[in-house]
Nanobody, 117 residues
Framework: QVQVVESGGGLVQIGGSLRLSCAAS????????MGWYRQTPGKQRDLVAR???????TYADSVKGRFTISRDNVKNTVYLQMNSLKPEDTAVYYC???????????WGQGTQVTVSS
């Protein structure tokens, strides 16, 4: 009974900031990567950022310099600090938690981020 719970989404003005959180709990163990994808209607789900157990980060080119991903391995929580937000960042953001040796990750339910003027 693995739970992946996201929080922190909402409506923000252009140039504003949000911090997303995603906590995994339950029977999950041996977590390797944690990260975030985002998706808009009619488009594919694209990687935003990920971080390995050892702290190695990867960012989409579109968010480099604006977003920062981090994790707390004790709390099994991953964060996404989103600064200088643009309308193009509007999407549903999905957290994932990957167990080592397993191909299919656990997914959060998604949290809406809307950036407007």
């Amino acid at each position: 009974q693995v739970q992946v719970v996201e929080s922190g989404g909402g409506l923000v003005q252009i140039g504003g900031s949000l911090r997303l959180s995603c906590a995994a709990s339950g029977s999950i163990s041996r977590i390797s990567d944690m990260g975030w994808y985002r998706q808009t209607p009619g488009k594919q789900r694209d990687l935003v950022a990920r971080v390995t157990f050892g702290g190695i980060t990867t960012y989409a080119d579109s968010v480099k310099g604006r977003f920062t991903i981090s994790r707390d391995n004790v709390k099994n929580t991953v964060y996404l600090q989103m600064n200088s937000l643009k309308p193009e960042d509007t999407a549903v953001y999905y957290c994932y938690v990957l167990q080592m040796g397993v191909a299919v990750p656990y997914w959060g339910q998604g949290t809406q981020v809307t950036v407007s003027s």
